[in-house]
Nanobody, 125 residues
Framework: QVQLVESGGGLVQPGGSLRLSCAAS????????VAWFRQAPGKEREFVAA????????LYADSVKGRFTMSRDNAAISVFLQMNSLKPEDTAVYFC??????????????????WGQGTQVTVSS
């Protein structure tokens, strides 16, 4: 098992930026496929981005492609989500998740067995 803790959320104006962090303890993230999901009020949790083993391929949801960048530190202890050009529709609780995926399931919530508690991102003027 790996424990995940997200941080970096907050209130930002449209067009602004935030950088989310997800810190792992208990086990290196090298053993996992790691993803960011988000959940807005009244909506289902949705895929945002993921880093796929073994080569570190990064996949993005179409809604964030070109605006969000996911990365991982060399020690594979933390992953990050740099969010630029934020829009009101990006408002959600953002979750970090770790699990074992095949390419066809990497966007699925059920693929991931380890979840953080989430961090709130609010985009509003």
């Amino acid at each position: 098992q790996v424990q995940l803790v997200e941080s970096g959320g907050g209130l930002v104006q449209p067009g602004g930026s935030l950088r989310l962090s997800c810190a792992a303890s208990g086990r290196s993230l090298r053993s996992y496929d790691v993803a960011w999901f988000r959940q807005a009020p009244g909506k289902e949790r949705e895929f945002v981005a993921a880093i796929k083993r073994p080569g570190g391929t990064i996949l993005y949801a179409d809604s964030v492609k070109g605006r969000f960048t996911m990365s991982r530190d060399n020690a594979a202890i933390s992953v990050f989500l740099q969010m630029n050009s934020l829009k009101p529709e990006d408002t959600a609780v953002y979750f970090c998740a770790a699990g074992s995926a095949i390419t066809s399931t990497i966007r699925n919530v059920g693929t991931y067995t380890n979840w953080g508690q989430g961090t709130q991102v609010t985009v509003s003027s």
